[in-house]
């Protein structure tokens, strides 16, 4: 009964957690602030380049990898060329972030805490002023985290691959984000083996194939 209980609880501050996040980013979708010619700009064409079958790298200059150029492209599609598109392909990233935000944290703390948590990480977290590319970096690596949170409740093995999974897609929105990321995913995977006496994934063949 309790359990039940939690669950329904969960799932209503999940969907408060949505709404609230759609309204506090919706003014976002149509409202940029000072542009940077020498990102913004490059960025915006890259996008607009990807449509027309260019390739980051071969076609075009890009630094970092190749899958934000194609997320937004998409955009461009639905949307039209302009602004307005990827400023809302940027916002559903930052709201799938706080929903992670909150998802990891349902699994360590009350319903409540981690709604307010999810409010806080929209309201007060920085943002990266001069590409779009990272908020995909973000999703992406809160994303490992919830998997690697839902590993330590339960301790099953779904759940690393669907991190590695994640840490990939990391590794292909920027490089060091994913070595970084693999790295930190490698020793706190130790560590929650280690203390909390699960047997190892590090003994596991196909767990060092796969990494």
């Not at 669907?162 to 840490?167: E, F, R, T, W």
């Amino acid at each position: 009964m309790i359990d039940q209980l939690r669950k329904h609880t969960l799932l209503i501050f999940l969907l408060l957690t949505f709404i609230i996040g759609l309204v506090l980013l919706f003014p976002y979708s149509d409202f940029q602030a000072t542009l940077s010619q020498g990102d913004h700009g490059r960025d915006l064409y890259a996008f607009e380049q990807t449509i027309h079958g260019a390739k980051p790298y071969q076609d075009y200059w890009w630094v970092y990898g190749p899958v934000m150029p194609i997320y937004y492209s998409w955009f461009y599609r639905m949307l039209g060329i302009s602004i307005h598109s990827v400023l809302i392909g940027k916002m559903v990233l930052n709201l799938c972030s706080g929903i992670f935000l909150y998802l990891t944290l349902s699994c360590l703390l009350s319903p409540l805490a981690s709604f307010l948590t999810a409010m806080w990480f929209w309201v007060f977290s920085a943002d990266f002023f001069f590409t779009y590319n990272h908020a995909g970096g973000i999703t992406f690596l809160l994303a490992a985290v919830y998997f690697l949170s839902l590993y330590l409740k339960n301790h099953r093995i779904q759940y690393i691959w669907a991190a590695h999974l994640a840490i990939f897609i990391l590794s292909l929105i920027k490089v060091n984000f994913g070595f970084a990321a693999l790295f930190c995913f490698l020793i706190s995977l130790a560590l929650i083996d280690y203390f909390c006496e699960y047997p190892s994934i590090f003994k596991k063949k196909h767990f060092w194939i796969l990494t």
